[in-house]
């Protein structure tokens, strides 16, 4: 059972759907209830949305600072000469006025460019008019709360709202799949126009969450909170990073050059071999097999990188872009795992000797037997198209034997 928490949490955290940092935050904010609650004495069985968006204002309010070394690189840029293109067309004042803002943590944009993350705007808001009665009480949370109470209060309740409406009823959602893992909620939101998270819930509105006619309770899963607690000096870290990440990205910054770097497994790297198999798949994609340009076809692992950091032939096929972006990080289901283990061996070692690049079959196959072993059924899988399953054991058994097959 506590795989299938990892699982989840693992594929949460890497799952690239969120335009926003809100589930981290979302996520910390219940770590540390928790481990608060746990503090207390008495395991924590549920949350609010209150408790949540009062966690989420303090972690946030370190972010509405300018990033000091981004104003230091920028100074550097402008005093060097010729000016860059996106210096120029920016203009000096008004690069160094974006420099002077809290990074972006959000990836939606408007017609004036790129735009900040409410929470994010609105925390800086207030912090700004609280600056404006006493200087220093900007500094915290609580400082602000004593110095402005009406202004904070709005502020909480602001939070609070996006928090119910974005993220909480979004989190446990993979693909179109709903299934929590962490909480149940007692209404839902709409995923796109008339089709409810949870159908048969009552529909969040504002009114009803602040007249108390909704519960504004998260309710705590069986043993999530013996897990958050015991779990939380790995999530943290893990968390901490994702969103760096995230924030890295968004703002092009540097940090995101050097992870990938070090770690990263970078696309252009792969170019050798985009063509050779994008020929022994006749020009088709792998998964769905529709006809793709050779200049769109991606290279996929089918073990995912974040799982198996292997590039060898065996774990890559060409893909086209819908697919290879909603398979995302998500383990394949036996609709694309039965075929890639039963993918004829010798175009790829003809491929292999002809590039020179590593074929890793055995390596591949095993580390695939002990992902699959390992697995708790009901682990989401992709299963094609935008589509989202859950793996069962006979999946799995199947799976399981076609390996062993291939290795006698
Ligand atoms: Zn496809």
């Known amino acids: 059972m506590d795989t299938l928490f990892l699982e989840r949490m693992l594929l949460l955290l890497s799952q690239g759907s969120f335009t926003t940092t809100y589930k981290y935050a979302l996520l910390l904010a219940l770590i540390d209830l928790n481990v608060e609650g746990a503090g207390r004495g008495g395991p924590v069985s549920s949350v609010t949305t209150r408790q949540l968006a009062e966690r989420v204002i303090v972690l946030y309010w370190p972010h509405t600072r300018p990033y000091a070394r981004r104003r230091a690189a920028l100074r550097r840029l402008m005093a060097s000469r010729p000016l860059t293109p996106h210096l120029r067309r920016a203009g000096r004042p008004k690069a160094l006025q974006d420099a002077g803002r809290a990074l972006l943590q959000s990836t939606t944009s408007h017609k004036r460019g ?12 207030l912090r700004a008019a609280v600056r404006r009665i006493d200087p220093r009480a900007d500094r915290r949370p609580h400082l602000a709360q004593r110095a402005d109470p009406k ?8 939070v609070e709202w996006v928090l119910a409406e974005k993220p909480i009823p979004r989190l446990q959602v993979v693909g179109r799949l709903h299934e929590p893992f962490l909480y149940r909620l007692d209404w839902t939101i709409e995923q796109s126009k008339g089709r409810l998270i949870e159908p048969g819930l009552p529909k969040l509105t504002e009114r009803a969450l ?22 939380s000096a790995v999530l943290r870290p893990l968390i901490h990073r994702h969103w760096s990440d995230m924030v890295a990205r968004l703002n092009a910054l540097p940090e995101r050059h050097l992870e ?18 994008w020929s022994l798949q006749g020009g088709r994609c ?5 006809r793709v340009a050779l200049s769109d076809a991606e290279v996929d692992h089918v073990l995912p990188w974040s799982r198996l950091a292997e590039d060898g032939l065996e774990n890559l096929v060409v893909a086209c872009a819908d697919c290879n972006s909603a398979k995302s990080d ?5 609709e694309a795992v039965l075929p890639w283990l039963g993918r004829p061996a010798a175009g790829l070692t003809r491929t292999s000797e002809a590039t020179g690049w590593p074929l890793a079959r055995d390596r591949v196959r095993s580390t695939c037997a002990v992902v699959y072993r390992q697995l708790s059924p009901g682990v989401p899988v992709w299963r094609g198209g935008g589509d989202v399953g859950r793996l069962t054991e006979d999946e799995q058994r199947e799976i399981l034997t076609a390996l062993g097959r291939l290795e006698d």
């Open 151 to 158: 202004g904070f209060e709005r502020l909480v309740r602001e």
């Open 210 to 231: 602040r007249d108390g006619s909704l519960s504004n309770a998260l309710t705590l899963l069986p043993g999530v909170h013996e897990r958050l607690v015991s779990l």
């Open 114 to 125: 790129r735009s900040q993350a409410e929470i994010v705007s609105k925390i800086a808001d």
């Open 330 to 334: 998500l383990l394949p289901g036996r």
């Open 260 to 277: 990938s770097f070090l770690f990263g497994a970078s696309r252009a790297s792969l170019a050798p071999v985009r063509e050779p198999l």
């Open 286 to 290: 792998f998964y769905c097999a529709r």
